[in-house]
T-cell receptor
């Protein structure tokens, strides 16, 4: 039982490049989330999904897109990376809504030059 | 809007000391949930506790204890007889299902350093 996994663990991009972060969970959770963590700011919700085929915006969605084609996977895309998107990205999942316990992946450290 | 304040940015203690991490929250609802997560130097987020607003009983788990006081909107976390392995960043978080069904708001975190 791997829990929540994220690919890749590290990535360096140049401004304007695109990339996709992959999150996978094997707990059969309905809800999945993408957060970003910046120094001194805790975690902030980017997008989330309440089930396969659904996505919704969180607190800081601009510059990101997401897709949930399969229940176990949640993809986060950056179409045109900017230095302001340098951050650590965490994926999480929960059985139900956010009031249920969220379980986090190990994180992806992204640097945009 | 829901808000979580962890006023202590950094705390440093010597091993075996007791330490309390403060968490103060703001909410407009009577039904809400509070969480604590630990982020060790390796970077992952480890779930510690979930508490709903109707359960004000204090919780103890080994050397960890949590004091939930609705009267002061606080959910403080105490580590007794701290150890070097407790060194981490600790986050308090709030979920308010009625108004923000799918949004958990985190505090900025408190970095705890336990020196040998």
């Amino acid at each position: 039982n791997a829990g929540v996994t994220q690919t890749p663990k590290f990535r360096v991009l140049k401004t304007g490049q695109s990339m996709t972060l992959l999150c996978a969970q094997d707990m059969n959770h309905e809800y999945m989330y993408w957060y970003r963590q910046d120094p001194g700011m805790g975690l902030r919700l980017i997008h989330y999904s309440v089930g396969e085929g659904t996505t919704a915006k969180g607190e800081v969605p601009d510059g990101y897109n997401v897709s949930r084609l399969k229940k176990q996977n949640f993809l986060l895309g950056l179409e045109s990376a900017a230095p302001s998107q340098t951050s650590v990205y965490f994926c999480a999942s929960s059985y139900g809504r956010a009031s249920d316990t969220q379980y986090f992946g190990p994180g992806t450290r992204l640097t945009v030059l | 809007a829901q808000k979580v304040t962890q006023a202590q940015t950094e705390i440093s203690v010597v091993e075996k000391e007791d330490v309390t991490l403060d968490c103060v929250y703001e909410t407009r609802d009577t039904t809400y949930y509070l969480f604590w997560y630990k982020q060790p130097p390796s970077g992952e987020l480890v779930f510690l506790i979930r508490r709903n607003s109707f359960d004000e009983q204090n919780e103890i788990s080994g050397r960890y204890s949590w004091n939930f006081q609705k009267s002061t909107s606080s959910f403080n976390f105490t580590i007794t007889a701290s150890q070097v392995v407790d060194s981490a960043v600790y986050f308090c978080a709030l979920s308010e299902p009625r108004y923000n069904n799918n949004d958990m708001r985190f505090g900025a975190g408190t970095r705890l350093t336990v020196k040998p």
